[in-house]
């Protein structure tokens, strides 16, 4: 069975500090794709970033970047200089490469940036 | 509107009644699904469809009925609504390739409060 860990529930942050979500899973599938979902309180649930289990190289889309390590199953995001819009829910979520898979999605991880 | 749209946006019924929450996507997306988000329990799957006139049980589907007669169109169906499906149903796209589905495109919800 597929299982997704944020253990962060909530964290809170001022603005321009670097922060990192928390993304531990576990599958017993060879390959696999990892998932970035951000909710802001307006409730819409926006698409970030796929990755591929045989893709290791982190990836760094403006202030986001994410480190994938397959060796100890984790899949953390990181904004830097965090600015008052980042504030949402985080979630990630992982499904299997082959045949028809659907999302495991984490529970999520809150994140508050105060100004 | 291009997109996937879902109706109502809000709902109040009552406990017993039969709800439809109807979806729609202008996408032509293979693949459908319906999530319930609970505080606490994350994002949950309920059922999902990988065509038209193919759909199958996600992991809380107790209580749902789903149909897919057309590739666009996924309509939730509380057929005897309880008080413990108040919750908010999100609506799910994504495109897919030798059966295997890709990131997931949401709608923007629709909040069930069953009195």
Not at chain 1, 32 to 55: A, C, T
């Amino acid at each position: 069975a597929q299982k997704v860990t944020q253990a962060q529930t909530e964290i809170s942050v001022v603005e321009k500090e670097d922060v990192t979500l928390d993304c531990v899973y576990e599958t017993r599938d060879t390959t696999y794709y990892l998932f970035w979902y951000k909710q802001p309180p307006s409730g819409e649930l926006v698409f970030l970033i796929r990755r591929n289990s045989f893709d290791e190289q982190n990836e760094i889309s403006g202030r986001y970047s994410w480190n994938f390590q397959k060796s100890t199953s984790s899949f953390n995001f990181t904004i830097t200089a965090s600015q008052v819009v980042d504030s949402a829910v985080y979630f990630c979520a992982l499904s299997a490469y082959s045949g028809y898979s659907t999302l495991t999605f984490g529970k999520g991880t809150m994140l508050l940036v105060s100004p | 509107d291009a997109g996937i749209t879902q109706s109502p946006r809000y709902k109040i019924t009552e406990t017993g009644r039969q709800v439809t929450l109807m979806c729609h996507q202008t996408w032509s997306h293979s693949y459908m699904f319906w999530y319930r988000q609970d505080l606490g329990h994350g994002l949950r799957l309920i059922y999902y469809s990988a065509a038209a006139d193919i759909t199958d049980k996600g992991e809380v589907p107790d209580g749902y009925v789903v149909s897919r007669s057309k590739t666009e169109n996924f309509p939730l169906t509380l057929e005897s609504a309880t008080r413990s499906q108040t919750s908010v149903y999100f609506c799910a796209s994504s495109d897919g390739d030798r059966g295997k589905a890709y990131e997931q495109y949401f709608g923007p919800g629709t909040r069930l409060t069953v009195t």
